[in-house]
């Protein structure tokens, strides 16, 4: 399949996108994402710079399953809610959270980025495509102002500068008139991290971010409060990791500094 060309930035929706595909082929999958794997061949794509195995494909699938369950949650609570994928890529979670016709699933993503999703993904009622830069504050303009949302970001932040994150924030919040938001926290030891692993180095000069403290949004936007701190060392899902991985994480779990050094998601409502 011919896809439009895309900027090193936005190739970055492979890394999410073949760690959940890894993961679909496990005998015991974490997100049992299939479409992923599927959107994978079809599309063709193959990088030598992605070595997956089912320690390192974990972090992906198990990040967004805890995201899509905030969203489920929020929707079953709210059954005329708006959704929003912030920087979604090829991410299919309007059909793995099966919302109802009631909510309207909005994924956001570069142009370029929203043309690769309609040759690869299809159609679902009441999901819909805003091609625009997550920074133009433009692009919220065509979504309801008046219904409350529920809003993701997965792996998406670091690529944007904390200024950048600080006005993204502010402008969703004053949009809707309530909801909540959630994204998979950066800190500074998690970017540093993320930029000094071997399968991950040439994310490393795309990184605007400093990285921050799940606290530091509710000191940028007053209207958010942190409800919850996801920790996934201390989730269900750890007992589907791979054997070595699965002790090491629960040795962690014993210790929150230790577990927020890891992958953690921060929910906030407004």
Do not use: C
Not at 18 to 45: C, H, K, N, W
Not at 50 to 55: A, I, K, M, N, P
Not at 63 to 73: P, S, Y
């Amino acid at each position: 399949m011919t896809l439009p060309p895309l900027t090193p930035l936005q190739e970055t929706l492979w890394v999410t996108l073949t760690g959940r595909a890894f993961d679909s082929r496990q005998p015991r999958p974490i997100l049992g994402d299939e479409m992923a794997e599927e959107i994978v061949r079809t599309s063709g794509y193959d990088n030598p710079e992605l070595h997956w195995t089912q320690s390192s494909s974990v972090d992906v699938a198990h990040r967004a399953k805890k995201l899509d369950e905030v969203a489920q949650r929020f929707i079953a609570r709210h059954p005329d809610a708006v959704g929003i994928d912030l920087g979604a890529g090829l991410d299919t979670r309007a059909f793995r959270i099966d919302a109802p016709p009631t909510v309207d699933w909005y994924d956001v993503d570069f142009p370029e980025v929203v043309t690769a999703r309609q040759r690869l993904i299809p159609d679902r009622p009441h999901a819909h495509t805003i091609g625009a830069d997550l920074t133009d504050p433009g692009w919220l303009a065509a979504l309801p102002a008046d219904r409350p949302a529920v809003i993701v970001a997965d792996g998406v932040l670091p690529f944007l500068a904390d200024d950048e994150i600080i006005a993204l924030l502010k402008r969703l919040t004053r949009h809707f008139p309530s909801g909540e938001i959630a994204f998979n926290v950066y800190t500074k030891f998690t970017v540093w991290a993320a930029t000094h692993y071997p399968g991950a180095r040439f994310l490393a000069p795309l990184f605007k971010s400093r990285g921050f403290d799940r606290r530091d949004p509710e000191r940028w936007d007053p209207k958010l409060t942190l409800v919850r701190h996801i920790l996934l060392t201390r989730e269900p899902e750890v007992a589907k990791y791979p054997p070595a991985l699965r002790l090491w994480t629960r040795m962690a779990a014993l210790s929150t500094p230790l577990s927020r050094l890891g992958t953690t998601i921060a929910q906030y409502r407004f």
